[in-house]
């Protein structure tokens, strides 16, 4: 079997896994779990860990030049190994993320479109999840509920920051850090998007002054092309 | 009568409703009504939503399949039903915004600033209404009077969130994710509109540097054509 | 005299008197003026405000349409009544403005890095003056000296909005308004010039590929030219 | 020995004695120094300063016009002069980006996002260090660790400032303003790199609707003057 047999063979187990996992982590940290119920939640999402290490060790050893695999790669290791750490689980988003990014459409500006709404409110509720998760309980924390941890979110990615609820452990700064990158590049997306919009209907207002196409180009060549023969019938 | 004429009847009365909508709403809350004044205002309210959802009707039932225009029509549905929340009612500005937009004037780049302006001044202007309606009165919120929800409004649109005045209550703050993205949007406009005003300016310049149009094209497509007729002429 | 002689000479006249209105304002405000050291700034600034009310009544009377020019010189009636407000008076910066929009280098790109860096300090520079004027000394205010103004000025232009200073009177606000417009406006020349550079600069990586200028098509025509002069010749 | 000759000798241990003073200052003020470490720490930085101090003097010396290099190296002036004071001396940041401006790959857009990354998190680390060394021990500051200073410089470069950590310094906000700029620059460079590439994507959907290119200018002529020379043979 080849690697990219494997890799379209398990394209949407993958998919399904990492849907469970969200599902699982939202489910332990919103209804902050105890006992048993912990245990289930803990269970799944070690499960749906488990499947990403296998298709992580897998793909390493059906790459043909395992070596060169290994090293463009790394960041395929990173979202299997550091999801043992607990808080860095919301780095499986990045799987969900390349889920969206397949099933956006066809045109190329309504896909960004569909993709910066679909990336930022994943971003927002991932975000608010393992803040909740880090900050709830400790000593000076402002973050206790989950509407309270998305408002938060919704805060920091827009870079208003009114600062009634500011994260405190290292943890939820570290996520806040993430929101705030993703913030800059979401506004970015966003207005690129409208930029690339603008510029073009700026330039149909006037047709004849619209830059010359390569289908134009290819009609004149046409045209050359007939005089040339016409040219040669005379000659000959 | 068809789906569009009924459209083109409608459009000046709709209009009218949204913006005697708007005034009503505005006069409940700055004034902060009571006895027979608020049962006159949310009695304006409720026709121009009538009017609204008598509007939706009339549409769906004039539609040639029913099904499809309900389908591709959710977001009007939204703005019909969403109202009668109390909250929501600030979605209505999205009809005033479909005004504003065929108001604004003929090149493309002077529409967009007037938009822009126009847009951004309603947003403000409702968000801060929807605001007070939902903070005033409560334990612990800030936004007491109409000048401090249109500061705390330009505060949380341009992204500066000093945090001197925060949404406390759920809506308040369910208003302020509205307007944060509305500045988003905002900003990205802003941008992308000198973004292309600059580009242009750039690359005027140098004229023989700028690209080649397709009326220059016609016209060497001209100069082969009288070629070949030439051509053909001789060969005659 | 026409009006653009009138104006050719008062060119020089007017900038000198914003200049020396900066100075005065600057000086009343941050030296926080009183007895005849207020009586002389005030007195330079009444100065400088008659000298524009000369001029917009003279640039009046000799325009030919006088109506016209009227309507289409609000603006201009704006910055020469609201001065008279005190705290509008900052509005006298757009003078400034426009002596630097001259001022700025022949490059386009160049001139609106100048305009920019210009622009954005005068726009501090003014705002923080006026957000001084208008909150020191009024009970819960903040901002007592220029260097907090200045630091505030900062804050709220780069929509970073710490909070630890914050306008609380309502000329105060209505100055953090004009200033977070500016840092949006900014923000989006910044942005639009940049990206206008990297499109230049993505677009000139393969000489080959780039967009056919006027120059090459013009080249081509006098080819065909050629051709059609060599096919007539021989006709003859 | 000519200026380019000696700038190419001295271009590698310019670089290792700005990166022996990032880490000796970043020593200094993250173990909060004192007694003989201090002066280790100290000396390192006073001898990497004298270097840069003599290669401005060799390099003004070796200048075929000297008032003219002079006044068109101010900013060089200012880098090795300001040091001596100690806040300014995050100023030799500017020197190790301009190694990292070289040693950015080859791609045009590639460059842009290390230079972005490298300059943002240098940026980030330095600012944090000079505020760290400002604040610390100050009545009424904040920023005590060097955690807290990093997050504190995330809060300002993003623009989110929360407000629970604000400079009270001067030194402290000279530094957050110029994370500020600094922040509004990298926000307009990856916005700018973004729209870039959508406005390339978008132009690429339609292969007969891009913009003609030079090549197949070039190509054309060559058709054209194939003709004129099938002309001439015939005309032999």
């Given at each position: 079997?080849?690697?990219?047999?494997?890799?379209?063979?398990?394209?949407?187990?993958?998919?399904a896994?990492?849907?469970?996992?969200?599902?699982?982590?939202?489910?332990?940290?919103?209804?902050?779990?105890?006992?048993?119920?912990?245990?289930?939640?803990?269970?799944?999402?070690?499960?749906?860990?488990?499947?990403?290490?296998?298709?992580?060790f897998?793909?390493?050893?059906?790459?043909?030049q395992?070596?060169?695999w290994?090293?463009?790669?790394?960041?395929?290791?990173?979202?299997?190994?550091?999801p043992?750490l607990?808080?860095?689980?919301?780095?499986r988003?990045?799987?969900?993320?390349?889920?969206l990014?397949r099933s956006?459409?066809?045109?190329?500006?309504?896909?960004?479109?569909?993709?910066?709404?679909?990336?930022?409110?994943?971003?927002?509720f991932?975000?608010?999840?393992?803040?909740?998760?880090?900050?709830?309980?400790?000593?000076?924390?402002?973050?206790?509920?989950?509407?309270?941890?998305?408002?938060?979110?919704?805060?920091?990615?827009s870079?208003?920051?009114?600062?009634?609820?500011?994260?405190?452990?290292?943890v939820?700064?570290?996520?806040?850090?993430?929101?705030?990158?993703?913030?800059?590049?979401?506004?970015?997306?966003?207005?690129?998007?409208?930029?690339?919009?603008?510029?073009?209907?700026?330039?149909?207002?006037?047709?004849?002054?619209?830059?010359?196409?390569r289908?134009?180009?290819?009609?004149?060549?046409?045209?050359?092309?007939?005089?040339?023969?016409?040219?040669?019938?005379?000659?000959?």
């Amino acid at each position: 079997m080849t690697l990219q047999h494997w890799r379209h063979l398990t394209e949407w187990p993958l998919t399904a896994a990492a849907a469970v996992f969200l599902v699982a982590y939202a489910w332990e940290v919103i209804g902050d779990l105890h006992g048993s119920q912990l245990a289930v939640a803990e269970t799944v999402i070690w499960i749906t860990w488990a499947v990403f290490l296998i298709d992580y060790f897998v793909c390493l050893a059906l790459a043909p030049q395992r070596w060169r695999w290994f090293y463009t790669h790394l960041f395929d290791l990173a979202i299997v190994v550091l999801p043992m750490l607990r808080p860095l689980r919301l780095l499986r988003l990045v799987t969900i993320l390349a889920i969206l990014q397949r099933s956006a459409g066809a045109a190329f500006r309504g896909r960004v479109i569909v993709y910066v709404v679909g990336a930022g409110g994943l971003l927002i509720f991932t975000a608010a999840l393992a803040a909740l998760d880090a900050e709830r309980g400790m000593p000076g924390a402002h973050i206790e509920t989950f509407p309270q941890a998305v408002w938060w979110a919704f805060e920091t990615i827009s870079t208003v920051g009114y600062g009634d609820y500011v994260p405190v452990t290292e943890v939820g700064k570290l996520v806040a850090v993430g929101l705030m990158i993703g913030g800059i590049a979401t506004l970015g997306i966003v207005t690129a998007t409208l930029a690339s919009w603008i510029v073009e209907r700026v330039a149909q207002t006037e047709i004849d002054m619209r830059a010359a196409t390569r289908g134009q180009i290819r009609e004149l060549s046409k045209q050359i092309s007939e005089l040339k023969a016409l040219l040669d019938e005379k000659s000959a």
